[in-house]
């Protein structure tokens, strides 16, 4: 059942006075304070127990029945009605007058009993169309389906059922009302069961030729709030009868066939008066063929649902009527939709439905006979009922030429004639349901101007009123010009809205010049040498790992696996710094960047706007709520979510669901030691270096900086910064495809090396792709789909394990990098103070402002990274003396070489040397080889030599001259030593 507008309700609650209703029932009131006191109607009162309330309109009765509230609820106690029903007697202004316990009321009757069906039908249409005026929910429906034209609700004499018609009838128990019912039931209007067949349907009755209504169709309205399996089309019981629009068929000779009503009133609205429809894809009936051929209808075009029932249904009607001598052309929509979809989606719909109007595709065999582009007639018939109007040719004569309309950055001019109407705030408006504009109307040297909502009827009519007054002008005239600004406005806001709507676009054209210079860079045989160099001359010293690091993990951004980065440090290290100086070289539309997120924030970011970019997030914490939401993105390239919002058609609640597409690099700094492990797990973890030689190589250039050499640095750095934004702007989205992947190896002791393995081969990945441009692109054919890729050399993996070395050997360290470094100075105090007092490092206490003195570190840090360095056991607590103090002791005994590295990685030399992997380089014959240098002190051993307990094992390295040794960790007191044969990087 249709709800009640709560305005009307509270309406009803304001204007009806309890105090009247208690007089026309009988009860006389006294004054008792700012209230009336009187007997309570509805029950035996003795003593005066009803309260009646006159300010705020309520009653209440403190006696035996204890009822209570407002009007609405002294009618429903009173008469014995519903709720409903009781709005409806207080709608028709019941008098409510006499006493005595009436426990029906009637309202005035709408249906007459001693006339004909076709007058009952009538009757029932004539209520159900007053229903649908003063029905806010069905006129929001219509203009939700785009059926806004003015006369359409009288001309068709829509109408909205509610379950308000019973209401209408005579009682139930009295011999009309149930003659009444029946008859109603006979007709169809009402069911078996006494509920109104058409309950919360648009109603839309189709007329024969003099004007008796022959069928009713019903279209529910709350299709969403319906249940499962309730009809959303509704006619009544029997065969389909009538023509809906019959005087088409006498003005023109050719007409629009649509599958619904509400299709053909779609293009009724949209200026197309030549439009028919069948009763579904099935109901084309033999009268609707009968009145064809009797009106001489010479072309259909056949305008049914674009779907695959709707096309078959389309060439079976097409033979049945070409049989019959009429042409038949199909409306071809948009693969499965409807006329009244497609009119909502391109507006406006009198040209978008004009055009495939004129597209229709001819249905018959040979070729298409000739069509006329001009109305059918230049003198059209005179419909035979009043009702009757001339149709437009679905091939609509050329428009009339559109007023001038002169549109700036923040208004609109438009002229009519003498008249001259300026519009301000259209960029505002980015709502279809708000066109709230400040309007200067003005004939010659009088004006009016107001600001007003255009889509608001009474302001409008205000402004009209008062724009006629002050130009002189028939309010009539205003009031036409004021219609066709509204429509031009809309078109406007319309494309503007479109356009908001559009993702910008990320390309950026690069002159000849600067694809020259950015392609120099990138083919350069010492690239990554001058990646470095290149951040050097942007004034960012040292941190040669890091850089580099952070660059080809920018690039692997256009991956399907991109990497993601944490740069973690104390606080003023640089890690910002580091972060930016990365940035800086990837291009600003490649990028996006957050000093905070919510935990949501990133579900609701748009389906692409994220795809081959960089999230970077200042400081960790900032994104702490979104960190689920980071982690998702990271392993499952996209995040979903279902969320709950208003539909914007019904403003009802529906279930919506937000996509966002990866992949997307995720780059992070954080200054915090216990950072969320599951995200650490996912992300390479670089330090930035806080060695004292670092700080004084960045005092050096801070005060170069304020030289001459260093105001023209920073002038160069500007095109060193463009150069590398041409050059990734160059770079695309490939598939890196390793040939050399069987052979590679990786530690296996360790669960999370799962992941690091992936960050490993992602990083051999994104050295090969930052090199497209010196490689030729290769296509394999995938499912009949040409897939491009470049493939991987063994310099790629050279220069990736240089790396991996150092930044995931350091991910492997139980320590974090700043607590590893206080370690290393704690041992070089108690090194330094034991050789100076010459005694044993066991025998050797320290404070802890010692060690604050010796590093030079503030009590905060400090304190943090010692407490870890206590519970990891590398430091012992000692109680000090008087028992108020703590002394500490160094337990940690250093290795010969405690620089972080990552063991298992095969040599680059084994690589190469195994003949399963040789690969060429273009020319068959050719090998691989590197195009960089050897470097580095030698490779992970990954082949086991011989194990000793006892001795350290050598073995030649034929790249280096000299012998290497890898010490492994202890097994049972004693050291396993591996010996690495091949000559890689460190």
Same mark, same amino acid.
């Given at each position: 059942?249709?709800?009640i507008?709560?305005?009307?309700?509270?309406?009803?609650?304001?204007?009806?006075?309890?105090?009247?209703?208690?007089?026309?029932?009988?009860?006389?009131l006294?004054?008792?304070?700012?209230?009336?006191?009187?007997?309570?109607?509805?029950?035996d009162d003795?003593?005066?127990?009803?309260?009646v309330?006159?300010?705020?309109?309520l009653?209440?009765?403190?006696?035996?029945?204890?009822?209570g509230?407002?009007?609405i609820?002294?009618?429903?106690?009173?008469?014995?009605?519903s709720?409903?029903?009781?709005?409806?007697?207080?709608r028709?202004?019941?008098?409510?007058?006499?006493?005595?316990?009436v426990?029906?009321?009637?309202?005035p009757?709408?249906?007459?009993?001693?006339?004909?069906?076709?007058e009952v039908?009538?009757?029932?249409?004539?209520?159900?169309?007053?229903?649908?005026?003063e029905?806010?929910?069905?006129?929001?429906?219509?203009?939700?389906?785009?059926l806004?034209?003015?006369?359409?609700i009288?001309?068709?004499?829509?109408?909205?059922?509610n379950?308000?018609?019973?209401?209408?009838?005579p009682?139930k128990?009295?011999?009309a009302?149930?003659?009444?019912?029946?008859?109603?039931r006979?007709?169809?209007?009402?069911?078996?069961?006494?509920?109104e067949?058409?309950n919360?349907s648009?109603?839309?009755p189709v007329?024969?030729?003099?004007g008796?209504?022959?069928?009713?169709y019903?279209?529910?309205?709350?299709?969403e709030r319906?249940?499962?399996?309730?009809?959303?089309h509704?006619y009544?019981?029997?065969?389909?009868?009538?023509v809906?629009?019959s005087?088409?068929?006498?003005?023109s000779?050719?007409?629009?066939?649509?599958?619904?009503l509400v299709?053909a009133?779609?293009?009724w609205?949209?200026?197309?008066r030549?439009?028919?429809?069948?009763?579904?894809?099935?109901?084309?009936?033999?009268?609707?063929?009968?009145?064809?051929?009797?009106?001489?209808?010479?072309r259909?075009l056949i305008?049914?649902?674009?779907?695959?029932?709707?096309?078959?249904?389309?060439?079976?009607?097409a033979?049945?009527?070409?049989?019959?001598?009429?042409?038949?052309?199909?409306?071809?929509f948009?693969?499965?939709m409807?006329?009244?979809?497609?009119?909502?989606?391109?507006?406006?719909?009198?040209?978008?439905?004009?055009?495939?109007?004129?597209?229709?595709?001819?249905?018959?065999?040979?070729?298409?006979?000739?069509?006329?582009?001009?109305?059918v007639?230049?003198?059209?018939?005179?419909?035979?009922?009043?009702r009757a109007?001339?149709?437009?040719?679905?091939?609509?004569a050329?428009?009339?030429?559109?007023?001038p309309?002169?549109?700036?950055d923040?208004?609109?001019?438009?002229?009519i004639?003498?008249?001259?109407?300026r519009?301000?705030?259209m960029?505002?408006?980015?709502?279809?349901?708000?066109?709230?504009?400040?309007?200067?109307?003005?004939?010659?040297d009088?004006?009016?101007?107001?600001?007003?909502?255009l889509?608001?009827?009474?302001?409008?009519?205000i402004?009209?009123?008062a724009?006629?007054?002050?130009l002189?002008?028939?309010?009539?005239?205003?009031?036409?010009d004021?219609g066709?600004?509204?429509?031009k406005?809309e078109?406007?806001?319309?494309?503007?809205?479109q356009a908001?709507?559009?993702?910008?676009?990320?390309? +950026? !054209?690069?002159?000849?010049a &600067?694809k =020259? $210079?950015?392609l120099?860079? %990138?083919?350069?045989?010492?690239l990554l040498?001058? *990646?470095?160099?290149?951040?050097?001359r942007?004034g960012?010293?040292?941190?040669?790992?890091?850089?580099?690091?952070g660059?080809?993990?920018?690039?692997?951004?256009?991956?399907?696996?991109?990497?993601?980065?944490?740069?973690?440090?104390?606080?003023?290290?640089?890690k910002?710094?580091?972060?930016?100086?990365?940035?800086?070289?990837?291009?600003?539309e490649?990028?996006?960047?957050?000093?905070?997120?919510?935990?949501?924030?990133?579900f609701?970011?748009?389906?692409?706007?994220?795809?081959?970019?960089?999230?970077?997030? +200042? !400081?960790?914490?900032?994104? &702490?709520? =979104? $960190?689920?939401?980071?982690? %998702?993105?990271?392993s499952?390239?996209?995040?979903? *979510?279902?969320?709950?919002?208003?539909?914007?058609?019904?403003?009802?609640?529906?279930t919506?669901?937000?996509?966002?597409?990866g992949?997307v690099?995720?780059?992070?700094t954080?200054?915090a030691?216990?950072v969320?492990?599951?995200?650490?797990?996912?992300?390479?973890?670089?330090?930035?270096?806080?060695?004292?030689?670092?700080?004084?190589?960045?005092?050096?250039?801070q005060?170069?900086?304020?030289?001459?050499?260093?105001l023209l640095?920073?002038?160069?750095?500007d095109?060193?910064?463009e150069?590398h934004?041409?050059?990734?702007?160059?770079?695309?989205?490939?598939?890196?495809?390793?040939?050399f992947?069987?052979?590679?190896?990786f530690?296996?002791t360790q669960i999370?090396?799962?992941r690091?393995?992936?960050k490993?081969?992602?990083?051999?990945?994104?050295?090969?792709?930052?090199?497209?441009?010196?490689?030729?692109?290769?296509?394999?054919e995938?499912?009949?789909?040409?897939?491009?890729?470049?493939?991987?050399?063994?310099?790629?993996i050279?220069?990736?394990?240089?790396?991996?070395?150092?930044?995931?050997?350091?991910?492997?360290d139980?320590?974090?990098?700043q607590?590893?470094?206080?370690?290393?100075?704690?041992?070089?105090?108690?090194s330094?103070?034991?050789?100076?007092?010459?005694?044993?490092r066991?025998?050797?206490?320290?404070?802890?402002?010692?060690?604050?003195?010796?590093t030079?570190?503030g009590?905060?840090?400090l304190?943090?990274?010692?407490?870890r360095?206590?519970?990891m056991?590398?430091?012992?607590?000692?109680?000090?003396?008087?028992?108020?103090?703590?002394?500490?002791e160094l337990?940690?005994?250093?290795?010969?070489d405690?620089?972080?590295?990552?063991?298992?990685?095969?040599?680059i030399?084994?690589?190469?040397s195994?003949?399963?992997?040789?690969?060429?380089?273009?020319?068959?014959?050719?090998?691989?080889?590197s195009s960089?240098?050897?470097?580095g002190?030698?490779?992970g051993?990954?082949?086991?030599g011989?194990?000793?307990?006892?001795?350290?094992?050598?073995?030649e390295?034929?790249?280096?001259?000299?012998k290497?040794?890898?010490?492994?960790?202890?097994?049972?007191?004693?050291?396993?030593?591996?010996?690495?044969?091949?000559s890689?990087?460190?």
């Amino acid at each position: 059942m249709a709800r009640i507008p709560d305005a009307e309700v509270e309406r009803l609650k304001r204007e009806i006075s309890v105090e009247r209703l208690a007089a026309a029932r009988g009860v006389e009131l006294k004054r008792h304070g700012s209230d009336l006191l009187g007997l309570c109607p509805f029950h035996d009162d003795r003593e005066p127990s009803l309260v009646v309330s006159p300010e705020k309109n309520l009653w209440h009765c403190l006696g035996a029945c204890q009822a209570g509230g407002s009007p609405i609820d002294w009618v429903m106690r009173d008469r014995g009605v519903s709720f409903r029903h009781a709005v409806e007697l207080l709608r028709a202004d019941l008098p409510a007058a006499g006493g005595g316990q009436v426990k029906k009321a009637a309202l005035p009757a709408v249906v007459e009993g001693d006339v004909e069906d076709a007058e009952v039908l009538r009757q029932v249409v004539g209520f159900y169309h007053e229903t649908l005026k003063e029905s806010p929910e069905a006129l929001e429906y219509l203009a939700a389906r785009g059926l806004k034209h003015p006369e359409m609700i009288e001309r068709f004499q829509l109408g909205y059922a509610n379950r308000t018609l019973g209401y209408r009838l005579p009682a139930k128990t009295t011999k009309a009302g149930k003659e009444m019912r029946e008859r109603l039931r006979r007709l169809g209007v009402l069911r078996k069961s006494g509920h109104e067949h058409f309950n919360g349907s648009l109603v839309v009755p189709v007329f024969d030729e003099s004007g008796s209504v022959v069928e009713m169709y019903g279209r529910k309205v709350q299709g969403e709030r319906l249940r499962k399996g309730t009809p959303l089309h509704l006619y009544l019981p029997g065969p389909h009868r009538g023509v809906f629009n019959s005087e088409a068929l006498v003005a023109s000779t050719e007409v629009i066939l649509c599958e619904s009503l509400v299709d053909a009133l779609t293009f009724w609205c949209a200026g197309f008066r030549n439009v028919l429809t069948a009763y579904g894809i099935q109901g084309f009936t033999e009268e609707m063929l009968s009145a064809f051929r009797s009106h001489g209808t010479e072309r259909v075009l056949i305008a049914y649902d674009r779907d695959p029932a709707g096309d078959k249904a389309a060439v079976k009607l097409a033979e049945t009527l070409m049989a019959s001598g009429i042409e038949c052309f199909r409306v071809q929509f948009p693969r499965g939709m409807d006329a009244n979809e497609y009119a909502l989606k391109t507006s406006p719909a009198e040209k978008s439905l004009g055009l495939l109007l004129r597209q229709a595709v001819w249905m018959g065999s040979g070729s298409p006979p000739a069509r006329v582009s001009s109305p059918v007639a230049a003198v059209e018939p005179e419909p035979p009922a009043p009702r009757a109007e001339p149709a437009a040719s679905p091939l609509p004569a050329p428009p009339p030429p559109e007023m001038p309309v002169a549109v700036k950055d923040q208004e609109v001019v438009l002229s009519i004639g003498d008249r001259r109407y300026r519009v301000r705030g259209m960029p505002k408006n980015l709502a279809y349901d708000v066109l709230k504009v400040n309007v200067l109307a003005s004939s010659g040297d009088r004006f009016h101007v107001d600001t007003l909502d255009l889509y608001a009827a009474r302001p409008r009519a205000i402004f009209q009123k008062a724009a006629a007054s002050e130009l002189g002008l028939d309010e009539e005239v205003i009031k036409k010009d004021l219609g066709k600004v509204l429509l031009k406005l809309e078109e406007l806001q319309d494309a503007q809205i479109q356009a908001a709507l559009e993702p910008e676009s990320d390309s +950026v !054209e690069l002159s000849e010049a &600067e694809k =020259a $210079s950015a392609l120099e860079l %990138l083919k350069a045989p010492d690239l990554l040498d001058r *990646i470095l160099v290149d951040f050097e001359r942007c004034g960012v010293v040292g941190e040669e790992t890091n850089k580099l690091m952070g660059y080809l993990a920018a690039t692997s951004r256009l991956l399907e696996r991109p990497l993601a980065v944490v740069v973690q440090s104390s606080s003023s290290a640089g890690k910002s710094a580091l972060m930016e100086s990365v940035l800086a070289l990837i291009p600003s539309e490649q990028q996006v960047k957050y000093s905070a997120m919510t935990g949501q924030s990133l579900f609701y970011m748009g389906e692409t706007n994220l795809r081959h970019k960089i999230l970077a997030i +200042v !400081e960790e914490e900032g994104a &702490e709520r =979104a $960190s689920y939401a980071l982690k %998702l993105l990271q392993s499952e390239g996209e995040l979903t *979510i279902a969320s709950t919002g208003k539909d914007p058609s019904s403003g009802k609640l529906v279930t919506h669901e937000y996509r966002v597409e990866g992949p997307v690099m995720i780059f992070l700094t954080t200054t915090a030691i216990d950072v969320d492990e599951e995200l650490l797990n996912r992300c390479l973890v670089l330090s930035v270096d806080e060695a004292r030689e670092q700080t004084r190589a960045i005092h050096r250039l801070q005060r170069e900086r304020r030289t001459l050499e260093g105001l023209l640095s920073r002038t160069r750095r500007d095109g060193v910064v463009e150069l590398h934004r041409n050059a990734q702007r160059l770079l695309r989205p490939l598939a890196v495809v390793n040939p050399f992947a069987p052979e590679l190896t990786f530690l296996d002791t360790q669960i999370r090396t799962r992941r690091d393995h992936e960050k490993y081969l992602t990083l051999i990945d994104s050295i090969a792709l930052l090199h497209q441009h010196q490689r030729p692109i290769q296509k394999a054919e995938v499912d009949g789909k040409a897939v491009e890729y470049v493939e991987v050399l063994p310099s790629d993996i050279e220069t990736a394990n240089r790396l991996a070395h150092e930044v995931l050997g350091r991910s492997l360290d139980e320590l974090p990098p700043q607590t590893r470094r206080l370690l290393s100075k704690i041992d070089e105090m108690v090194s330094a103070a034991c050789e100076a007092l010459e005694m044993d490092r066991s025998d050797f206490r320290f404070m802890r402002r010692e060690i604050r003195e010796f590093t030079g570190w503030g009590d905060t840090q400090l304190r943090l990274h010692l407490a870890r360095l206590v519970s990891m056991e590398y430091v012992l607590v000692h109680q000090g003396g008087r028992g108020q103090s703590f002394i500490y002791e160094l337990v940690y005994v250093p290795e010969d070489d405690d620089r972080p590295r990552l063991t298992g990685l095969i040599g680059i030399e084994d690589l190469k040397s195994d003949g399963t992997t040789k690969r060429t380089r273009g020319q068959e014959g050719e090998n691989a080889g590197s195009s960089r240098p050897h470097s580095g002190g030698f490779a992970g051993g990954s082949r086991v030599g011989v194990e000793s307990t006892e001795s350290e094992v050598y073995a030649e390295n034929p790249g280096l001259g000299r012998k290497n040794t890898y010490k492994g960790p202890k097994v049972g007191g004693n050291r396993v030593v591996r010996t690495s044969t091949s000559s890689g990087a460190s």
